[in-house]
């Protein structure tokens, strides 16, 4: 089709939960879950190696100049080098 399969605000909204997965508490790491109790059963507030380094990819490769917020993209990856270092 040539719409969009996404609003700007459901765009908007994905972008937040996604920040809200990267760089956790300022530690870097990149959990799966902020929520502590998820389903009830448990936390997934894990920083997998390799989804951590795929999220990160996909971080940059979502970047949009003039949409995305480019001071957010910088300090973000040093944190996560920081992380995995």
Do not use: C
């Amino acid at each position: 089709t040539s719409t969009p399969p996404f609003s700007d605000s459901e765009l908007d909204l994905m972008r937040s939960f996604f920040l809200a997965n990267i760089n956790f508490q300022n530690s870097g790491g990149v959990i799966a879950s902020p929520d502590a109790n998820v389903n009830g059963g448990g936390s997934y507030r894990y920083h997998w190696s390799r989804d951590g380094a795929l999220s990160m990819r996909t971080f940059l490769q979502t970047f949009v100049p003039g949409v995305t917020n480019s001071s957010l993209v910088f300090p973000y990856m040093m944190q996560y080098a920081k992380f995995v270092n």
